[in-house]
Each structure stands twice: as structure tokens, then as C-alpha cells.
């Protein structure tokens, strides 16, 4: 159990300062998570807290100096883990924390552990919260939002197929269980499942790049990107279906011959790449000026640097670093607006002048009774897959994809968007039945200086700092109860499976 006890209200500098914090996560690959655990260490070291992290497996780069890293093979991914019990886990985590810290944490910081990625971990982190340690458990991502298999997994092998069971063990309540959340649709979502409110945080991640000078004009093309001078379009991500790289062509499709568009990353899951070639095949078929995996041949700053502007066409984020980080680059933002994600940002005052919200178009030009079909196979897929009873939800998310006879592009299969496609490389005039019709960056250009102020004061690695601090000293000081209830997943469920949440690209 923590050593935490209260301190008087002049001590609190120093209490603060002398924590010992326990970070949890299943590995420490770049990017993602681990970028957060990054600017965690970074600020809660700079602050004198001292900071221990437990992962499945080693760092793959350096984490800031002063950070004690324990790897623990029971906390990695499924099959890449430990035969332990939940019981073994957390003694070993307790074990590891105790060591590194020269005593046991006055707070754990758990990240993702409800994401099925590692079945034995819930059990462990239950096990820590019945010996009163106090939690702060932060899900980036939710097994329950388009990620069926990780949920079946959770429902079938922890809970024998009770969803209340499984939340008992996936979203524990207690005195001494807090929990943090990325976005205010998050945590609105959590609130509406039980989680009280005085255990629940906003907690932003923090945002840092290299920032060019202020004062300098845009970087220059450079001649290592491989563009010939034309204006390059740039989508930063690895090219999986959520980030509906087919939106992407699309303005590829458009393009004038003044322009380039580039993808930087290929996808590494063998899963996703029968699709991800299928959009290369089209690309070359077609004849787009399209470069593939771009970041594999030329540096990633180059490319920016030689960037007219950054896209995003992503269905899905979780925190949406892609919708602030360009800013911080020079460049400005195009593209997909997801609004539950962007009204955090824009409520902080970050301006997206280049983004929308759909991308109609005709449904006239589509198989309209195969999409229809389409819906209600993936409606009924997706019940099944949650172990929802079957409803008729499919009426309802067509309702939402189609208007005023259009459809909402972000929300087809790959077929339906490749059709579209192949005719607007038939007939580029047909762009007019499009809305938008076209990529403009010129009013987010305008908003690159304002923007970045903004993000720089509101998501800075020393805010971030002083946020989790303040969530830590909540955490440490809560009393522990051997009495637990849970949060209603069974709702927390519901919310994620409502009907204008359904894309063809989630199934």
C-alpha cells in the first residue's frame, strides 16, 4: 500500500514534488502512448516527482533521463506475454514499482488497461486497487469502440459472456480509483456510465514538435522529396482503414498538375495490407499523382518542409494530435473534421478553417440498394460481435450517412469509394456534384501564427505537467474503501455502438 498520508496545506509544494509515480503501459514503441509517457516523465521530473515506468518490453528509444524503466513481460501484448495470473502480475508490478522507486508509488498511472490487449492486466489492476493503492486508470482507446475482437475476447474469456461482470472488472469504482480521459466526449461518456466526477479528469495530452523560427518565412521545398517543384499534400499517418485512405485518393483524383499528394506510412499489420494495396494498384492504375510509404525514403521533416499542406481523412482519433501538431510545423490543416474530437480544441481557441464535416456525394453515382444491404450486414455484424441483441439500427445509421440524395464519403466501403473514384478520373467536371469540390488551404494558412500561439500556451509539456500533478495529488489523497462497485459498460457500450457512429470502414 502507498505511503501517501496527507500533508498540511503549506507542505503541498513539497509533497508534490516528492511522489513516487508508477506508470503502467503494455510497451514503449515510438509514437502513441508512449509520446505521452514521454512528456509525462519529462514534465513530473522536471517538477522533482520521482517516476518509475513498467512496460512489456524495452524501450525502443531513450525515455527522458531521471526515468527508471522496469520491463516486465507480463504486461505485453497477449501473445507476446507472460503465462501469469492476475494475483502474480500484480506482485511482480508491485515487486518492479517498489525497486525503482525505492518504495512502494503513491500513485499508479495505467494506460489502456481496459483495451483487451492483455487479458490478465484488469485482474491485476483490481488486485492493487483491493490493497488500497491508489489508480489513476486513463483509457486512451475503448475495445468498446469499433474494435470488436479485442471486446470478444474480454467478454468471453474474463466474463464467460456477461457484460456486467465484465465491467465490474474492466471499470472498478472506489475511493481510491480516478479515472483520466483524453477528450470531454470521453469523459462525458464515462460520467454517463457512473464513474462520479470528483474520480474523473480531463487530461489533454501534452503537444510538442520542433517549432520553425516564428519569424521565418514558409520552409522551402526540398529537393529530397522527390516532387519536382509541384505542391505537395501531405497526410502524416499510417495508411489504415480508419484513416480512409480513400478520401485521400479522392483529392489525388482531383489533383491540377501543379500537385503531388504523399501517405508517410505504410500499415504494419498483415491485416490491413490486402486493402492498403488494393488503393495501390488503383493509384497506378489510374495514374494519380500519388507517392506511397513516403516517409520510407525521405526524412519526415524534409517532407514537411516541403509540404503546401497537411491532410487528415481519418474516420476515427482518439486524442487528435494530427489536428494541432501541423500548426506547431507552419503548416496548415485540411481535410475530415471529426467534431467530437475538434471541439475540445476549438472550444480552447484553435481555429480549423480548412476542414469539413462530411463529404457528399451523389448517391445517384452508387449501387444504392448494395450499400443499403451493406449497412444492414455491418449493422448486424457489429451486434453480434459485441453480443448486443440484434436491432434495427442499420435504418437509422443509413439515415445519418444520407442526405438530401448524397452520401457521406467517410462513411463507404472501399468498393463504393473506389467507384466514385474511377468516375471522377472518367469525368473530372463531375467534381461540381461534390461538396466540398476541392482542397483549400488558404484560409488555414492565415490561421498557422494564431493557431500555434494558442497551442503552445493551452497543450505544453509544462501545462500538461502541472495538470497531472494536480490529478496525482487528488488521487494520492483519496481514501481507500474495500467496498467496490462498477461502472454501467453495458451503457458505455451503447454509446459507442449508436447508429451515426457506423462506417463501412469500421467493420
Not at 508491485?94 to 525503482?100: F, H
Not at 499528394?261 to 494498384?281: G, K
Not at 463504393?416 to 473514384?421: E, R, T, Y
Request: aromatic share 6%; net charge neutral.
Amino acid at each position: 500500500m502507498s505511503g501517501y498520508s496527507a500533508a498540511a496545506p503549506d507542505a503541498a509544494a513539497d509533497r508534490v514534488r516528492l511522489m513516487r509515480i508508477a506508470i503502467v503501459h503494455y510497451h514503449l514503441q515510438t509514437g502513441g502512448v508512449t509520446r505521452v509517457i514521454e512528456h509525462a516523465c519529462a514534465a513530473l521530473l522536471g517538477r522533482g516527482e520521482q517516476v518509475a515506468v513498467l512496460a512489456g518490453e524495452p524501450p525502443q528509444a531513450p525515455l527522458p533521463a531521471g526515468a527508471t524503466v522496469a520491463v516486465l513481460p507480463g504486461l505485453a501484448y497477449e501473445e507476446r506475454r507472460d503465462a501469469l495470473s492476475p494475483d502474480q502480475l500484480a506482485r511482480a508490478m508491485a515487486s518492479a514499482a517498489r525497486d525503482a522507486l525505492g518504495g512502494p508509488p503513491d500513485v499508479w498511472h495505467l494506460h489502456n488497461h481496459c483495451l483487451g490487449k492483455n487479458t490478465v492486466l484488469p485482474g491485476a489492476v483490481l488486485r492493487l486497487a483491493r490493497e488500497g493503492e491508489r489508480l489513476l486508470l486513463q483509457p486512451h482507446d475503448f475495445a468498446e469502440d469499433g474494435r470488436p475482437a479485442l471486446y470478444g475476447r474480454l467478454r468471453e474469456q474474463l466474463a464467460d459472456g456477461n457484460v456486467g461482470r465484465l465491467s465490474a472488472l474492466l471499470y472498478p469504482l472506489a475511493p481510491q480509483i480516478h479515472y483520466a480521459t483524453l477528450t470531454a466526449r470521453d469523459r462525458g461518456l464515462l460520467a454517463g456510465a457512473g464513474v462520479p466526477a470528483a474520480q474523473l479528469h480531463a487530461l489533454p495530452n501534452a503537444v510538442a514538435v520542433g517549432l520553425p523560427d516564428p519569424g521565418a518565412s514558409a520552409p522551402a521545398a526540398a529537393p529530397q522529396a522527390g516532387i519536382d517543384g509541384r505542391r505537395l499534400w501531405l497526410y502524416p499517418t499510417r495508411a489504415i482503414r480508419r484513416k480512409n485512405l480513400g478520401e485521400f485518393l479522392l483529392w489525388a483524383t482531383l489533383a491540377g498538375e501543379q500537385d503531388r499528394f504523399a501517405v508517410t506510412q505504410a500499415p504494419q499489420n498483415p491485416q490491413e495490407q490486402p486493402i492498403y494495396q488494393r488503393w495501390v494498384a488503383l493509384a497506378r492504375e489510374l495514374g494519380l499523382p500519388m507517392t506511397f510509404a513516403a516517409g520510407a525514403r525521405a526524412d519526415f521533416g524534409a517532407l514537411v518542409a516541403a509540404s503546401h499542406a497537411l491532410v487528415t481523412t481519418s474516420v476515427a482519433e482518439g486524442f487528435g494530435l494530427a489536428f494541432l501538431e501541423p500548426w506547431l510545423m507552419g503548416r496548415p490543416l485540411v481535410g475530415r473534421d471529426l467534431t467530437e474530437i475538434t471541439a475540445d480544441f476549438t472550444a480552447a481557441g484553435v481555429r480549423l478553417p480548412g476542414l469539413y464535416h462530411r463529404l457528399d456525394v451523389p448517391l445517384a453515382w452508387l449501387d444504392a440498394r448494395r450499400l443499403r444491404a451493406a449497412f444492414d450486414v455491418a449493422a448486424a455484424k457489429r451486434a453480434a460481435a459485441y453480443g448486443r441483441p440484434a436491432a434495427d439500427t442499420a435504418a437509422q445509421a443509413w439515415h445519418s450517412a444520407v442526405r438530401d440524395g448524397h452520401i457521406d464519403f467517410g462513411r463507404l466501403d472501399e468498393p463504393a469509394q473506389m467507384q466514385v473514384i474511377r468516375q471522377l478520373r472518367a469525368d473530372p467536371t463531375a467534381r461540381t456534384a461534390l461538396c466540398p469540390p476541392s482542397l483549400d488551404a488558404a484560409p488555414a494558412t492565415a490561421a498557422i501564427g494564431e493557431n500555434r500561439s494558442v497551442i503552445e500556451r493551452e497543450y505544453s509539456v509544462v501545462g500538461f505537467g502541472a495538470r497531472l500533478a494536480a490529478v496525482y495529488a487528488s488521487v494520492a489523497g483519496a481514501e481507500a474503501s474495500a467496498t467496490f462497485g462498477a461502472a454501467d459498460g453495458s451503457a458505455l457500450l451503447g454509446e459507442f455502438l449508436a447508429p451515426e457512429r457506423l462506417s463501412l470502414l469500421r467493420t
